[in-house]
């Protein structure tokens, strides 16, 4: 498809750079619904996986796939032509998603540390809490939050390039604190959990900061992790525009 011959658009929307397995079908199939039917969806990506994914989706589940636009370098338009009713599968989906489970299988290696196996990777984890300067592994406290910190990175950039807004830059600090650390440890009877969380998000962007601090509010809200761990420990967090 060249550039003057693509279809106009009966609706738009912008999956950002998320892929087919992270939750864009479910977007897909809700855009779809919206569309008239024989109308023509556009779906604006910087993905590079979904010009190779959704051709053969739309053969197998019925809709036209009208072609693919690289409007530049990282980011494509792809235009499909709505022929079926994605009502029921659409409710399929949205069950098979709320009812997914996900996976870990952890086991001991020695020596202070744990490989965790999930889906096709794994990863060494080291002892629950550490004092040192260096260790070999990352603690467990610091995967929870780098964990936390990730996905709020992650969720933030594709939630900014779905609304159209730059990000140049972007960086999380966490830093965590225990009730008493002495419980951890066995010199306590105390409270070993997590009693506070700090967060410090910096992004450097052209766009105003009344955008970037909406989809930070929005990115918060749909946080798995730091709802969680929100109900369980005091969470403070500040963003910064720079």
């Not at 499909?80 to 399929?92: G, H, I, K, T, V």
């Not at 140049?168 to 008493?180: I, V």
């Not at 998000?201 to 955008?211: I, Y």
């Amino acid at each position: 498809m060249s550039a003057f011959d693509r279809p106009e658009a009966d609706r738009v929307f912008d999956g950002g750079d998320m892929d087919c397995g992270s939750g864009l079908i479910l977007l897909l199939r809700q855009n779809l619904l919206d569309t008239p039917e024989g109308g023509v969806l556009e779906m604006r990506s910087s993905e590079r996986t979904v010009a190779d994914e959704l051709p053969p989706w739309c053969r197998m589940v019925g809709h036209e796939y009208l072609g693919t636009v690289e409007e530049s370098p990282g980011h494509w338009r792809h235009f499909l032509r709505r022929l079926a009713d994605e009502s029921a599968q659409l409710e399929e989906d949205k069950q098979k998603a709320r009812n997914y489970e996900w996976r870990v299988r952890v086991r001991s290696t020695g020596n202070r540390a744990a490989t965790a196996y999930a889906r096709n990777f794994s990863l060494t984890i080291g002892q629950p809490a550490s004092f040192d300067e260096s260790d070999d592994h990352p603690s467990a406290l610091e995967h929870v939050l780098a964990a936390l910190a990730a996905e709020l990175v992650n969720g933030f950039a594709t939630h900014c390039r779905q609304a159209g807004l730059e990000i140049d830059d972007l960086e999380c600090t966490a830093k965590g604190r225990l009730h008493d650390v002495l419980a951890q440890v066995g010199l306590s009877d105390g409270d070993p959990s997590l009693s506070r969380i700090d967060l410090s998000l910096f992004a450097t962007s052209p766009a105003k900061g009344a955008a970037l601090r909406s989809a930070w509010e929005t990115v918060r809200k749909r946080s798995p992790l730091l709802q969680t761990l929100a109900k369980s420990c005091d969470m403070h967090d500040r963003f910064v525009v720079m």
